[in-house]
């Protein structure tokens, strides 16, 4: 709900591994019993995926308990930001993983920005084959961003990296690896701002594998956030785009990095374009890295707040969203 001179146009980690059982369905709502129905009342089928999309009204509690995910072995996405033209950054993210629904979802807490964010909804215990009309499971989505855009041109997006590991610091507060992404779309208008959120929480890859994160705002800034030797790690973007997959890059040589092949593909064909991409460019480079379990593929147009989404490799048909519904 922060505005602050918005000029944008509100009318828009892999991987995780497979979830336990959530705690009690909407532990995160703090609702009024009105708000809470016009939530579930809001959830629309946009696709077989199924891919839904829904419209949080009210307030969550970014501290409630949630659902923990379980060891799996992590498959592979990627994601981009890209500044080549200034009047129009992108952000691109692929995320690669099992057959689970997924959720657009919009939310505008009393004390944060408004956002829009993709969930995978096997981690609220859902699955394809479920009828999710009037779940209360659905009222804790706002705690699962795999992705996402807040009204401050912020974007967020996560890949797995199996090297990772972070230290715990006694002096602050401790936050899931994907809980943090909620904290940095709610409070952070900008990556400097996100990178404070990461500097005052430790970060819990407990049960699920480790993460880095890619940052980008819609003023060009971009910022690749590691945990090394259990310390945490940033690296601000020094050309027109930054990349990421799911080897670790802080630290590495660019010849090393090239050997992974989606950051071979991302990097050879923004340094060709001097990370100048439309959004029909940007898609077409999500196709390039895509896998055969590629959920879904999604561009943000971080200074209109524009999301452009492509499910289950069927490029001929691309959903758009905002971050206000039409």
């Known amino acids: 709900m922060r505005r602050f001179g918005l000029a944008l146009l509100l009318v828009l980690a892999s991987c995780m591994p497979a979830p336990s ?11 009024s019993a009105a708000e809470a129905d016009a939530t579930l009342a809001s959830l629309r089928r946009v696709d077989d995926l199924p891919l839904y999309e829904m419209t949080y009204t009210g ?46 979802l919009r939310a505008d807490p009393p004390d944060g920005y408004a956002s829009i964010s993709l969930v995978d909804l096997r981690y609220l215990g859902l699955t394809a084959a479920d009828d999710p009309r009037g779940d209360r499971r659905l009222l804790d989505a706002p705690l699962l961003p795999f992705d996402g855009l807040n009204e401050r041109g912020l974007a967020v997006g996560m890949a797995a990296d199996e ?40 970060i819990d890859f407990t049960g699920g594998p480790p993460l880095h994160y890619l940052l980008a705002d819609a003023s060009g800034a971009s910022a ?13 973007r020094t050309g027109p785009w930054q990349a990421l997959t799911n080897v670790p890059l802080i630290g590495v040589g660019e010849q090393e990095r090239r050997h992974d092949q989606r950051y071979r593909i991302l990097t ?33 147009e971080l200074g209109t707040g524009e999301l452009q989404l492509v499910t289950g490799r069927r490029w001929q048909t691309v959903h758009t969203f905002r971050l206000a519904p039409n």
């Open 163 to 202: 090297g990772a590991s972070a230290t715990p610091d006694p002096a602050k507060p401790t936050v899931g690896s994907v809980r943090i992404l909620r904290l940095v779309l709610d409070e952070a208008a900008t990556v400097d701002e996100a990178l404070a959120v990461f500097d005052r929480h430790n």
């Open 268 to 300: 050879d064909s923004l340094g060709r374009s001097g990370g100048t991409v439309t959004e029909v460019d940007a898609m077409g480079l999500l196709r390039a890295v895509s896998q055969s379990n590629t959920r879904w593929s999604v561009t943000y």
């Open 224 to 236: 690749l956030v590691e945990f090394s030797a259990g310390r945490q790690q940033v690296e601000r």
């Open 21 to 31: 059982s959530p705690p009690a369905p909407g532990a995160a709502s703090r609702q």
């Open 59 to 104: 307030d969550y509690d970014t501290s409630a308990p949630g659902p923990q995910p379980t060891a799996a072995t992590p498959f592979g996405c990627s994601l981009f930001s890209a500044f080549g033209d200034p009047g129009r950054p992108l952000f691109g993210r692929n995320f690669d993983w099992d057959p689970n629904p997924a959720l657009v």
